[in-house]
């Protein structure tokens, strides 16, 4: 088991850290086909004011383990906004881009901002109890596992296509255009689009974007404030301006005001 600090797309992250732990774990050798790692934060705020933190989502499906039940979390466009109070734990699974095509059985774009309750998706109530008393991580992730198996699909070559080309957005910030991942996948424009909208759930466009901006934010995390004119011309944006636009649209404040809120 492996602890990290919190991932990109937590915004304030230096703080967050003080707050709450998160830690991932890698799915068994038959759930990797289809889920990029386990997750789980656990917090004890006792005697502390409620905390409240946002995230910028990442394009993969969740599936939620907490004590007031089991959720399906689709891609989120928006921020994530979660307030912890007292103490308390939850465990995620986060499947890989694509690799939650198989186990829905229909276009991904279906569950796009939405959330839905393990009840309704799996027809089984009572998910969570077994998962959030388990005595230990290790003991969540072996819970959750179970619950997944008797669901498990047969592979999809697909998925793999697919999680190479987000990982290739995700690598490259200096790919910007739809038409150059599409030329890279030997596939049309109009394909790819319909290939993202089947199996992550949003357009390549939306997931260039959404990468862009979590670099931008963890740029601003990393100590002195960056150059902002020079961050936006490494990532591709026409001008500073727009850049500003698209990130306090997504991250909710303007680039400065963001950096200067973080801690020193």
């Known amino acids: 088991m492996q602890t990290t600090s919190p991932d990109r ?18 799915p068994s050798a038959e759930l990797a086909p289809f889920v990029e790692y386990h997750w789980m934060v656990s ?26 039940g089991t959720r399906l979390y689709g891609v989120l466009r928006g921020r994530f906004t979660r307030t912890l109070t007292g103490r308390g734990q939850v465990l995620g699974v986060r499947f890989h881009p694509g690799g939650f095509r198989p186990w ?16 309704e998706f799996f027809g089984v109530a009572g998910t969570e109890e077994p998962v959030v008393s388990a005595p230990d991580e290790a003991g969540m992730v072996a819970a959750a596992e179970v619950f997944l198996g008797p669901f498990r699909p047969r592979p999809d070559p697909v998925v793999a296509q697919v999680r190479e080309l987000v990982s ?32 992550v759930g949003v357009g390549p466009k939306w ?12 740029r601003a995390e990393g100590g002195d404030g960056p150059d902002w004119a020079a961050l936006a011309a490494e990532l591709g944006y026409s001008d500073q301006a727009h850049f500003t ?19 020193p």
């Open 9 to 26: 797309g937590v915004l304030g992250a230096r703080v967050a850290r003080t707050k709450f732990v998160l830690r991932k774990v890698a």
């Open 43 to 68: 917090w004890d705020l006792r005697g502390e004011p409620p905390f409240t933190q946002q995230v910028v989502p990442h394009p993969n499906v969740h599936l939620v383990f907490q004590a007031e």
């Open 104 to 119: 829905l059985g229909e276009r991904v774009s279906s569950l796009t901002d939405r959330t839905v309750s393990a009840t």
């Open 168 to 199: 290739g957005i995700a690598a490259d910030v200096g790919l910007t255009r739809v038409d150059a991942v599409a030329r890279s996948a030997g596939l049309t424009v109009r394909s790819l689009q319909r290939l993202f909208s089947e199996y």
């Open 207 to 218: 997931v260039i974007r959404r990468f862009r901006m979590h670099e931008a934010a963890t």
């Open 245 to 263: 636009r698209e990130f306090t649209a997504t991250i909710g404040v303007s680039p400065a005001r963001y950096a200067d809120r973080l801690p």
